[in-house]
């Protein structure tokens, strides 16, 4: 015979879930309450962060600088503090990096997603992963001992020699090697594993019925790549160039240790450029000499977390749709 | 045909140039590192403002910073993953926790050092110090931690929870002795990256743990880093400095990539008991 079960709500522990007072049912309340603070604190972090930038934004501009903010003329003591200088240096490096990483990135990607022998993937792929993870002050470290005496001693007599008398972006105006190419094709390195894992990755992520209907209305391989993956892959694709391009924007050590940092807007490739993080890296300690000279630095600041900011958020949003139109 | 054979050439010359490029790199650092280096760099202090001598305050100051940073982030970090994972659906904050979190990764680093430097060493009168340096180096980690415990604890099946709640247990017992036994694999090797990411930045310490060439004494005491002795001892006019320049840049991507490598293991041994 079985044994019957008096009092179900007993055995079961019923009430005692029920019941709001036991001290199950306050624990569980209470750590639910501190899982939520510590959002609340990771949001907390960064707002803080925004709003300290924001909050000395505002003052630059209350104190009238910001009207000149795009002028040339950058001269901390007499209360000039004109960006355009920084700026371009930022641009000019920036652009000339994705130039460099752009068709070598897409094209790996590519050749990673579609065609790279299956033996042959993981070894490179953790190779580039390898790639990700070197500090950035090595980056400039290798730029500093070998690219700079490349661009020098070759690069610049060579390219400049024989371009830069019809186009002006190769002239040799100042040839030190410190210039916006060596920091453009460090930069280009280090943004090259984002670049390649993110458009690597949604490629990948493309079904394969898609790919096997090409291949069967006799489309070659590369012709289905073309149409197919390429077109099913083009925002997350996106999202991996502008992340690359917000790497390749913040960039801190690297850029500092191989542009030059001469405040004056470059016009050449082979010309010294100051990036507004390099410019926030050699004078943050001076701010304290002068308010308005702390407000300048911070506005610097704010520029680069605004553009920053608002750039990863289409890229996280492109993806985020992306992952949803897939489900 | 000719399109897919000069394509496919083009796209392999790409990867063997991007490959070519980490290689040059890595050999080139090791090569450095590896004439640079000797046992005293490791154990002496640097002598004559660091032209001589060795490393051991760069070293010990990297791994305190890095550590504390990763304990300050790791507890505020995984307790929002965990949030954010379980949540999502339910509550506007882990929504918002996610967004930033991704947003924060994208913050360039020197930001990070501006923010700390304004904070940590100014206005809450830490001075240059360990402990601001590690508080900095902590924002940094912080959407690292959260989005790779949230990835993690989103892949431990509901099934397994759903067995623990119809035993009777509550949300958080079962949030404890299930969801994050589950993901504990995965949250280990979120904090060993994270900590490798840390270890490897310079910028936001520059301004907020700054440099000395002693072993710091306590929290409150300024501490040198490795980034930061490969950035200086480079920028010195000395060739003695820059010996030490590789050997401090080779100990450093030595540590970085062995603790990558190491999460990758960790992973990999502890992932076997989880269940699938």
């Known amino acids: 015979m079985a044994t019957s079960i008096k009092n179900p709500h007993t055995f079961f522990n019923f009430q005692e879930k029920g019941d709001p007072r036991s001290l199950r049912s306050k624990i569980d309340k209470l750590s639910t309450c501190f899982l939520a603070i510590a959002s609340v604190s990771s949001i907390f972090a960064a707002s803080s962060i925004a709003a300290l930038l924001l909050y000395n934004f505002v003052k630059f501009c209350e104190q009238g600088f910001l009207p000149n903010i795009l002028s040339?003329?950058?001269l901390p003591s007499k209360g000039k503090y004109g960006f355009l200088p920084f700026i371009a240096g930022t641009l000019w490096i920036t652009v000339v990096a994705m130039t460099i990483s752009?068709?070598?990135?897409?094209?790996?990607?590519?050749?990673?997603?579609e065609y790279i022998p299956r033996k042959l993937y993981s070894p490179v792929k953790s190779l580039i992963e390898l790639l990700a993870g070197i500090p950035s002050v090595v980056y400039g470290m290798w730029g500093l001992m070998i690219l700079i005496p490349l661009v020098r001693d070759h690069l610049a007599p060579l390219i400049g020699g024989s371009l830069g008398e019809a186009l002006p972006i190769f002239r040799v105006n100042v040839n030190a090697g410190f210039s916006v190419l060596a920091a453009g094709i460090v930069l280009s390195i280090m943004v090259l594993p984002i670049m390649i894992s993110i458009s690597e990755e949604v490629m990948r992520a493309v079904?394969?019925?898609?790919?096997e209907a090409a291949l069967a209305l006799g489309a070659t391989r590369w012709q289905t790549v073309k149409t197919v993956t390429l077109r099913q892959a083009s925002?997350?694709?996106f999202a991996g160039i502008i992340l690359s391009f917000c790497r390749a924007f913040g960039e801190t050590m690297a850029v500092l240790m191989v542009a030059g940092n001469v405040a004056t807007t470059p016009s050449s490739l082979f010309d010294p450029a100051y990036p507004l993080t390099a410019l926030i890296a050699n004078h943050l300690l001076e701010m304290l000499s002068t308010p308005s000279y702390a407000y300048a630095l911070l506005t610097a600041g704010f520029t680069l977390f605004?553009?920053?900011?608002?750039?990863?958020?289409?890229?996280?949003?492109?993806?985020?749709q992306l992952r949803r139109a897939r489900r | 045909m000719l399109e897919e054979k000069l394509l496919r050439l083009i796209m392999v010359l790409a990867t063997a140039v991007v490959l070519g490029s980490l290689l040059v790199i890595l050999?080139?650092?090791v090569r450095r590192g590896v004439t640079a280096l000797s046992p005293s760099m490791l154990i002496e202090l640097p002598r004559d403002g660091g032209r001589g001598g060795g490393l051991l305050n760069a070293i010990v100051g990297s791994l305190y910073i890095s550590t504390l940073a990763t304990l300050?982030?790791?507890?505020v970090g995984v307790p929002a993953g965990l949030y954010i994972a379980e949540f999502e659906g339910k509550s506007r904050i882990a929504r918002t926790a996610s967004f930033v979190a991704e947003v924060l990764s994208g913050v360039p680093s020197i930001i990070f050092g501006v923010y700390g430097f304004v904070f940590f060493v100014i206005m809450l009168n830490m001075g240059v110090s360990l402990l601001a340096g590690a508080l900095t180096l902590a924002y940094l980690e912080l959407p690292i931690i959260i989005k790779a415990t949230e990835e993690t604890v989103k892949l431990v099946p509901s099934h397994v929870k759903e067995a623990a709640l119809s035993l009777g247990a509550t949300r958080w017992e079962v949030l404890s002795k299930v969801t994050l036994r589950q993901a504990s694999p995965g949250i280990a090797t979120a904090v060993l990256l994270a900590f490798a990411r840390g270890a490897g930045e310079a910028a936001p310490l520059m301004f907020t743990s700054g440099y000395s060439n002693f072993v710091p004494s306590s929290l409150l005491s300024p501490a040198a880093n490795l980034p930061l002795a490969v950035y200086y001892l480079i920028m010195m006019p000395f060739p003695e400095a820059h010996k030490r320049a590789f050997a401090a840049a080779f100990i450093l991507t030595m540590l970085v990539l062995s603790v990558?490598?190491?999460?990758?293991?960790?992973?990999?041994?502890?992932g076997r008991y989880v269940v699938k």
């Not at chain 1, 608002?310 to 996280?316: D, I, K, M, Q």
């Open chain 1, 72 to 74: 040339d003329a950058w």
């Open chain 1, 102 to 113: 752009l068709p070598l990135g897409f094209l790996t990607a590519i050749f990673m997603a």
């Open chain 1, 207 to 211: 079904p394969m019925e898609y790919r």
């Open chain 1, 235 to 237: 925002s997350g694709i």
């Open chain 1, 306 to 320: 605004t553009i920053t900011f608002s750039f990863n958020v289409v890229a996280r949003l492109t993806i985020r």
């Open chain 2, 27 to 29: 050999v080139d650092v």
């Open chain 2, 72 to 75: 300050f982030s790791a507890s």
């Open chain 2, 260 to 270: 990558n490598w190491s999460s990758r293991i960790v992973f990999k041994r502890w």
